[in-house]
Structure formats: C-alpha cells, structure tokens
C-alpha cells in the first residue's frame, strides 16, 4: 500500500471511531456551508467523517481500489494534492446548499475514481463481487446519479460534493497532473533505453513488486520470453527499467 493511501486509511477510521465514541466530534467538524464564516476548518475535517458503517466501507474501499496505483503514477505529493483539491471543490460546490449538513470523503474519492480512470479508463472492477463494469463508465454512472439525486431533491445525499469532487479532480488533472505526467511519460519514452542498455532484465525479482505493477510486469517478462526483448515497445522498455536492480542499469 502506498504512503498516502495507508495515511488516508488509517485518518478516515480513526475519525470514525472518535465519532462513536464523542458524538461531539461530529458536531463539531461536520460542514455547513452558511456557517463556514465560524467554522472554516470545516472545509477540511468534514471529509474525514463518516454517517455510519457502510458510509465510511464504500468510501476506504473505492480509495484501497483506485489510490495506490494512482498514486505511484501521479507521485505521493501530486496524489495527495487531488485528494485535497477534490475534497475542497466539493465543498465548495455544496455552498449551493447553505443549510445542508455535509460530510465523507465521498468527493475527495471520486475525484480520485475520475483521475483513475483517465490513466486506465478501461480497468474493471466487479460491482458486488459478481458484475464487471469498467472504470470509465463507473465514472459516468456515478455523474449522472449525482446529477439526477441533485434535480430530485438529494435524499439525504451531498450530491453536490460529488460533483464538486469529480469537477476539481478534472481540473486539476488538466491544469497540473494529467498534462504534466503526459509531458514527463512522453520524455521518458522518447529517451526509452534500448534493448541493450536495459540491464539484466531476468533478475527482476517478481515477489518485491507491488501488486498493482505486478500483472504488467508479469505480462512484459512473458513477452520477452515468447518475442525477445526486442519485440518491448518503448513504453514496455521504460516501464521494466524501473524494476531491475540498480547495479544492473546501463548508462
């Protein structure tokens, strides 16, 4: 598990238990929107609480799902700036609601689903265990519930902080961390090692990958097997570099 994840985790369910056993802690960090003149902390502390069991569940296991692999693609500090950013835009958004009572990181986390999902739109992940749906339209399906909960009423739903997420997460992807990481991957492919200065490329030792690099790597060593290392697309080559031995790498 990555540094910012494991951080977010362990912050979302210690605050969950301080509100079980202080009900006084919801009161005082939860989001209204007309009084954040008083309580401007509360554009902060209301995404790290939770109405209940299955609330804070869905939020830490969409986190656990999209964050890791995120966050090794986007770095530790841009990663944890979206999470920010995108709880900030959804609380902000919800200020269309003065009086509501706000909180969850619900939009901080589809903010990280929709930054996901412009890396890997085409991942799927299996709704209740049984139906696959790819992450793409994951994304679509959760803007349009929010859309059509905000012109029904809500039902006790902030679906405007889900928008809001969603919304600050695409903007900061366009403004910071998509165009930026497409700038960076884009010089790294362009200077990718060739097939001879890649190093040792069989002792990459598999067991110390994290398992969402694993599979990738699994599936690039098989090619080298079957097609020569070669056959790597420049991608491929820089992808692999990354996992062997740094006293195997040539200049």
Known sequence: ????????????????????????????????????????????????????????????????FFGPRLEQRLGSERFIMLYMVSGLSGALLSFITPSAYILGASGAVLGITLAYARFWPRDQIYIWGVLPVEVRWLVVGYTLYSIFGVSSGGGGIAHFAHLGGMLGAFAFMQLAGYNAAGRKWKKEVTAAPAPTAMGDWSRVDRSTIHEVNRDEVNRILDKISATGVASLTPQERVFLSNFVPPDDRKA
Do not use: C, D, E
């Open 1 to 64: 598990m990555t540094p910012w994840v494991k951080r977010l985790l362990v912050a979302n369910v210690v605050m969950f238990f301080l509100q079980q056993a202080m009900p006084a802690v919801t009161a005082a960090l939860i989001l209204i929107p007309s009084q954040i003149l008083t309580r401007p902390w509360t554009l902060v502390s209301y995404m790290f609480l939770h109405a209940g069991l299955g609330h804070i569940f869905g939020n830490m296991l969409g986190l656990y």
